[in-house]
């Protein structure tokens, strides 16, 4: 495996996977009373922000995905954190936000990304090939 094939460090499922670890530690920390851990679950708009940042870091600036998961995390941190009614007062910041994102993706049209379908394999390349013709490399009979 190349430095191409190779997957990106920072992704979902590595943000999934820590969260998993990580809420696992804090109920197991709880349960043996040594720390109070529910106070920590509040800090769950983090996940969220860490989901939109790999979101954003995999498919650019501009991916919609990205902004979704960090405007949930916004409103979370809004919510856990913010005065009350807070988020009553902003909640359309947010339509501004998503219309400056729709905006921008339709000013810069992002590529589509191609996923890869773990069934098919890779086609041979020319110098895999097995055709006499192609390969002049090849033993002719």
């Not at 009373?33 to 679950?41: P, R, S």
């Not at 790999?54 to 809004?78: K, M, P």
């Not at 936000?97 to 589509?112: E, M």
């Amino acid at each position: 495996m190349n430095a191409q094939e190779r997957p990106p460090f920072f992704s979902t499922k590595l943000v999934f996977g820590l969260t998993v670890i990580a809420v696992g530690l804090i109920l197991m920390v709880d349960s043996l009373h040594l720390y109070d851990g529910w106070h920590l679950l509040t800090w769950w708009p983090a996940v969220l922000a860490a989901l939109g940042i790999a979101h954003l870091i995999r498919d650019g600036f501009l991916s919609l995905g990205g902004h979704i998961w960090l405007g949930f995390s916004v409103a979370g941190f809004i919510q856990q954190f913010g005065p009350w009614g807070l988020l009553d007062r902003w909640w359309p910041a947010f339509l501004v936000w998503g219309g400056i994102l729709v905006t921008l993706r339709a000013i810069f049209p992002q590529p589509k990304r191609t996923r890869k379908s773990k069934a098919d394999p890779p086609s041979p390349t020319s110098t895999v090939s097995c055709d006499a013709e192609t390969d002049s490399s090849q033993v002719k009979p």
